[in-house]
């Protein structure tokens, strides 16, 4: 089975449904490892309790951004590491990484991309006052929650929606498509070609 790596920032709820579809075997590949840029966040617990191994670092303790990418690079690759999945991990992917692998890591991001990238695209999409936002799952380029779209699934607002609300709705979603991409990525039906994603026959 292939591995694939796990990258959060946060408190790993999207890391803990990928956890779960593995170990039930609904997702035919094998977690090896969580790399966390922030230490203490509650995904590295999360990662333990699933029996995962945890890489925890602290980016400003590297000289630039090269140098973190490229430890980080090193110790996927010694770990056999074929797909990366960007779990709500928040930092921008530089070329050190994407020159080993672009074209197998995926990003979820709450918001239908191309409108409202970056930290706060919930809460962005609130303050406009839009009938509809939603969630994509893509592949990642060096641009800003760019790449190509894989998945897309719209979410509706209601005039008596809260932030919270709709972060909650966002989040149904979310833990859903996740998966379904990954299962995907990672059992070979999906790939990334001349800039867009494909799916073989049978995929999703």
Request: glycine share 10%; hydrophobic share 45%.
């Amino acid at each position: 089975m292939k591995k694939f790596a796990i990258f959060a920032s946060g408190s790993g709820s999207n890391a803990q449904v990928l956890f779960d579809h593995v170990a039930s075997g609904a997702i035919p590949g094998v977690v090896a490892c969580l790399v966390c840029d922030r230490p203490g966040a509650g995904v590295i617990e999360r990662a333990e309790q699933a029996g995962v191994e945890t890489l925890v670092y602290r980016p400003r303790d590297f000289a630039t951004k090269g140098d973190y990418e490229a430890e980080v690079v090193r110790e996927l690759q010694a770990r056999d590491v074929d797909y990366v999945v960007l779990a709500g991990y928040m930092r921008l992917c530089g070329p050190t990484f994407l020159a080993a692998y672009a074209g197998r890591t995926i990003n979820v991001h709450p918001s239908l991309l191309p409108m409202f990238p970056g930290a706060t695209a919930i809460a962005d999409a609130v303050a406009a006052g839009v009938k509809y936002t939603g969630v994509t799952v893509h592949f990642i380029d060096e641009g800003m929650d760019t790449g190509p779209i894989i998945r897309q699934e719209t979410v509706r607002v209601h005039v008596d929606d809260t932030l919270e609300s709709v972060a909650a709705k966002i989040h149904e979603v979310e833990h859903r498509l996740l998966p379904e991409v990954t299962k995907a990525l990672v059992s070979g039906s999906l790939r990334m070609e001349h800039g867009k994603a494909l799916f073989t026959s049978g995929g999703m």
